[in-house]
């Protein structure tokens, strides 16, 4: 009977039943807490595809944006941007070229015209030489033209040569006191300008002639041509 008593106590026993108690206690949650794993690492897994989807859309976006806005935009008229650019009969420094495309827009455009035109002096003097090299016995003919040529050169070299002091001048006031070099470029624009414009103008006239003719290809050239389109059709 002892022996039933002690094993009825056993199986009553509250500390026995406790220590199941936590056991189970212990072993549950730790079920529950393997069981939401698995939807947590979905819900990251869809928060980085989006994340992702994102970027990709924002990367596309962009290019597109760059293309359109290199390739198929048009570009705003109103909005000016610098380009360098050789002006070999102008004896201004890059610096001093660039402020007059800022402060001096028009002049800079006479600037350009400028040289356009001293070229085309150059090229007709060179061409009239030419001729009269290859007939000596009428030399007399090239050098009156070429007179004519070299005299609209001078002058127009004559006419800018007096506008590039005032544009040095005022560029190194500006460097050493901005706002004293404001007052004089606003000083100094329309006389530059219409001093400039109206050189310009008046070697116009001169090489107009020069313009309308039509260059003459070399032979060899359009020769060489016809050679090279009867060789991809034939």
């Known amino acids: 009977m002892l022996g039933f008593l002690k094993k009825k106590n056993k199986e009553e026993d509250p500390k026995s039943q406790d220590d199941k108690a936590k056991t189970a206690g212990k072993e549950a949650p730790d079920a529950e807490q393997g069981q939401p794993a698995p939807k947590r690492k979905g819900v990251a897994g869809l928060i980085k595809k989006l994340v992702f989807i994102v970027l990709i859309l924002g990367a596309v976006g962009g290019a597109g944006f760059f293309v359109y806005t290199t390739y198929f935009a048009e570009p705003d008229p109103n909005m000016r941007v610098y380009k360098p650019v050789t002006l070999a009969h102008v004896n201004l420094p890059p610096e001093m070229l660039k402020f007059s495309f800022d402060k001096f827009p028009v002049f800079y455009e006479a600037l350009v015209a400028y040289n356009e035109e001293v070229n085309l002096f150059d090229g007709e ?74 050189a310009v103008t008046a070697a116009r006239e001169q090489t107009a002639v020069l313009k309308a003719r039509a260059p003459e290809a070399p032979e060899g050239i359009i020769q060489g041509t016809i050679d090279k389109i009867k060789k991809i059709f034939l």
């Open 125 to 198: 003097i060179a061409r009239i030489e030419a001729i009269g090299d290859q007939y000596p016995e009428q030399k007399k003919i090239a050098d009156s033209q070429k007179k004519v040529w070299e005299k609209g050169k001078n002058t127009l070299i004559k006419g800018f040569a007096k506008l590039e002091k005032p544009v040095k001048e005022t560029y190194v006031l500006y460097q050493v006191n901005p706002a004293q070099g404001e007052a004089r470029i606003a000083e100094r624009t329309g006389d530059l300008t219409s001093t400039a414009e109206a």
